[in-house]
């Protein structure tokens, strides 16, 4: 049985998980990976703009992103851009490309982003189970509304746990491969 109030729950629980990707993505795991810089935005003829819009990334090795821009006048734009970023990484201009190496992360630091992943895992759980309790809130509506009957409450009631299940697993899956490359990398 589906009801308007699972569907939602199911879209509003999957843009959660979502979201905790993208966060995810953002943390650096000691692997070149493009979307590190997704953030950078270049001043560019007087507009800020993203990165990836006046330059292409490409990843030649394991450990280095090469920033290629479209125009060559922007070189030093680029450059500035990333540094002012703050990532923590040091742009090498050689007068057509940037090369960024990405440095190899300590123990101590692993651990630290390992424990930061589990922080933005445990906001998608609570953000998932603030999904559920609308969700739950509003089959009570229905039910008070002789919109369901009682029996058709209790079994909304169980679907609406298990797409809350699977959402939870979703985000425990991703935090677990997220620090499976951190630990690894």
Do not use: C, W
Request: net charge negative.
């Amino acid at each position: 049985m589906t009801n308007k109030a699972i569907t939602k729950a199911k879209e509003n629980m999957n843009k959660s998980i979502d979201v905790l990707k993208h966060d995810l993505s953002n943390i650096r795991a000691g692997k070149a990976n493009a979307s590190i810089l997704n953030n950078v935005r270049v001043m560019y003829y007087g507009t800020e703009v993203p990165l990836n819009q006046v330059a292409s990334i490409n990843i030649p090795e394991a450990r280095v992103l090469m920033v290629t821009p479209y125009d060559k006048s922007s070189l030093d734009d680029i450059e500035h851009a990333i540094n002012s970023a703050d990532l923590g990484l040091n742009p090498a201009n050689d007068g057509t490309v940037i090369r960024l190496v990405i440095p190899q992360l300590t123990g101590e630091r692993r651990k630290e982003i390992a424990k930061e992943v589990g922080k933005e895992a445990e906001g998608g759980r609570i953000a998932v189970r603030n999904v559920r309790r609308e969700a739950m809130d509003d089959l009570k509506k229905q039910l008070k509304a002789n919109d369901v009957t009682e029996d058709e409450f209790h079994t909304l009631e169980k679907d609406v746990q298990k797409v809350t299940d699977a959402a939870i697993a979703d985000i425990d899956k991703v935090a677990a491969d997220k620090e499976k490359e951190i630990t690894e990398g």
